[in-house]
Nanobody, 114 residues
Framework: QVQLVESGGGLVQAGGSLRLSCIASGGNMGYYMGWFRQAPGKQREMVAVTHTSGSTTYADSVTGRFTISGDSAKNTVSLQMNSLKPEDTAVYSC?????????WGQGTQVTVSS
């Protein structure tokens, strides 16, 4: 059974940093990995995605502050978040292709206080 499990969320003050990690079990991560987030009352949005080709895409709101890194050999994808803002508060979920299918993690809460 394939599972994606996130860790690293929590409460941080504005300007602080957090590092989220996602590890896949039950299969091998493929060429695509990403992080998405959903704030209360808002639609889920893409934060950052990466491909094993090396290409990455970031949401405009996080460019320059967040860095995604994927390691398909270790079945992990991480999101380094710096200079956090209250508007970054959301549930963050990883998304990846594992054994040729898309899977989602259960999400981890990130709360940024002002």
């Amino acid at each position: 059974q394939v599972q994606l499990v996130e860790s690293g969320g929590g409460l941080v003050q504005a300007g602080g940093s957090l590092r989220l990690s996602c590890i896949a079990s039950g299969g091998n991560m493929g060429y695509y990995m990403g992080w998405f987030r959903q704030a209360p009352g808002k639609q889920r949005e893409m934060v950052a995605v990466t491909h094993t080709s090396g290409s990455t895409t970031y949401a405009d709101s996080v460019t320059g502050r967040f860095t995604i890194s994927g390691d398909s050999a270790k079945n992990t994808v991480s999101l380094q978040m710096n200079s956090l803002k209250p508007e970054d508060t959301a549930v963050y979920s990883c998304n990846a292709i594992v054994n040729g299918r898309f899977y989602w993690g259960q999400g981890t809460q990130v709360t940024v206080s002002s």
